[in-house]
């Protein structure tokens, strides 16, 4: 996944297409076993389809370029040969309901401030590291990204406890993100440190640290 992560840095891809070559696993792997030495092959012939989807045809790179760490040590047929298998195993089907879309939904009539717009980011992008995720709906993900994300720079305060099915879901996948953001992947921490990204992660890093709000978020997993 780090890797994966990687070479969209370095391609300079859009975040859409790091969600969909993720998609594309997932559902790649739900159909076939994947050798671990095509690990590799497999993660980087799914971001090469997802540019290739998502970006105009001139934008796209091609496996030549430097950023291609995953594919650097496979010859053009052994791409080609995967990138066709691939997508017979989804029969073609690309796109999929992709969670920066329900993100777009969701805040729609809102203002999205740069910092709140890295901050969701940051979020999204550190539940594709984790298989608990895999399983649950995008627009649940979404949701859940942007009530962390507007709590953490301060914009709303811990969301009260629902008693429907899909607030109760939500709960959960709370729980999961902020249980799993207070020790966030390495790769994702270094990038959403920096000015760029508005220090967003340091951000998060200071609202968990306090002690005496985590258990109250911990204590969704238990509604009354």
């Given at each position: ?32 076993v ?47 040969r ?24 969701e ?9 709140l ?39 709303i ?68």
């Amino acid at each position: 996944m780090c890797l994966l992560v990687k070479s969209q840095q370095a391609l300079e891809l859009c975040s859409d297409a790091l969600f969909l070559a993720v998609n594309i696993l997932d559902r790649y792997a739900a159909k076939r076993v994947i050798k671990p030495t095509h690990h590799k092959l497999v993660g980087g012939v799914a971001l090469l389809i997802a540019s290739k989807y998502l970006d105009r045809r001139e934008n796209s790179p091609t496996t030549s370029s430097s950023g291609w760490q995953l594919l650097s040590n496979y010859d053009q047929k052994d791409i080609l040969r995967m990138e066709k298998h691939v997508l017979e195993t989804l029969d073609y089907l690309i796109g999929y309901p992709s969670l920066p879309g329900h993100i777009q939904l969701e805040l729609v009539g809102n203002q999205v401030t740069q910092r709140l717009g890295h901050m969701i980011s940051y979020i999204c992008k550190a539940t594709l590291f984790y298989p608990e995720f895999v399983s649950v709906p995008s627009i649940i993900v979404a949701r859940s990204a942007i009530v962390i994300a507007r709590c953490a720079i301060g914009e709303i305060s811990i969301p009260t406890v629902s008693s429907d099915s899909e607030s109760t879901e939500r709960q959960r996948v709370l729980c999961c993100m902020l249980r799993r953001l207070l020790r966030p992947p390495k790769i994702l921490h270094r990038t959403y440190s920096s000015g760029k990204t508005i220090f967003v992660a340091m951000i998060m890093h200071k609202y968990l640290g306090d002690r005496n709000l985590l258990p109250q978020y911990l204590a969704l997993d238990h509604p009354r």
